[in-house]
């Protein structure tokens, strides 16, 4: 059996909110920041926020998670569904814009077993995808090359809300 090394991940899994009440949850403490920016907060709707993914597969890796802490989609309150999925093709429509993908990954993993890092905190993930993003620096070298840093990431996405 092969193993795939993921340390810059850990600082997501020793977060993961154990208690159910959100008090440890990165997404919780994310919205107390005092600093979008800093924050990587994109976008601030009246049930869901858009933040980038701090360590992403693809440039612009996004997650829209709603303001409620939890951990089934079937809890979520149906006018916060709607607007999840409204956001969701908002930025389609923005990643196709601003990277010209070749494809648009979007999907949630609910619960640990599905492979959810923040298992208590349900999130919808949307990233651009290209043919060839999976090259050998990230097959063989286990490594992802990221074509532009998180801050010009956040400011190109920024500007489409």
Known sequence: MDYLWTPWRYCYITNVDSSGDGSTCIFCKLLQAADDEKALIVHRAKYN?????????????????????????????????VEMMDLAQHLEAAFTDL????G??????????????????????????????ANFMTVIGETRVLPESLETTYQRLKAKF
């Open 104 to 133: 648009v990954n979007v999907g949630m993993n609910i619960g640990k077993a599905a492979g959810a890092g923040i298992a208590g905190h349900i999130h919808l993930h949307a990233l651009p995808r290209w043919v060839a993003d």
């Open 49 to 81: 926020f858009v933040v980038l993914n701090a360590y992403p597969y693809t440039s612009g890796h996004s997650m829209i998670v709603p303001y409620d802490h939890l951990d089934r989609l079937s809890k979520l309150p149906q006018p916060a569904a």
């Open 99 to 102: 990277y010209r993908p070749d």
